[in-house]
């Protein structure tokens, strides 16, 4: 058998506000290797150091510091999204509950989410049970269930 590590990769305009994103949704993960003390983040470090705008990484970068998930990788691309994604995330937030306790966490987690950029898609009421489609806040579309 091959030993290999998966990473997962989204394509998006704003590498850093992608990034700040999943990260606060997920928890426990974070940027390999912290902004240097007296900076706010990395762009006015860059700013500092006379590091033109079209130099910059065009990347960011996410490791899990509490479990041992994928890393995520946000790649800066010219062009918009324009269909739906072929491959999403579940965020599992209703594990063994069910009826009103699952949507109740369910809902309370898209809350929480949606105060940090994310859509609502559309809420559905599955054969397997109640999830909401949401999209990040480049649209990408993930499922909170």
Request: glycine share 8%.
């Amino acid at each position: 058998m091959t030993a290999f590590e998966l990473h997962i990769v989204f394509d998006c305009a704003d590498p850093d506000r992608v990034a700040r994103f999943w990260m606060a949704a997920l928890g426990g993960y974070d940027f390999p290797v912290p902004v240097p003390d007296g900076f706010a983040g990395w762009e006015e470090w860059a700013d500092a150091q006379g590091i033109p705008v079209e130099q910059r990484p065009t990347a960011r970068t996410l490791v899990d510091k509490v479990r041992d998930r994928p890393d995520i990788f946000f790649l800066q691309v010219p062009e918009p999204k324009v269909v739906k994604n072929r491959l999403h995330l579940d965020i599992k937030v209703a594990l063994g509950l069910s009826g009103d306790d699952r949507r109740t966490a369910i809902d309370a987690e898209v809350e929480r989410l949606t105060g940090l950029g994310a859509t609502v898609v559309r809420r559905a009421d599955e054969p397997d049970g109640y999830l909401v489609v949401m999209g990040d806040p480049e649209s990408n579309e993930f499922c909170v269930n």
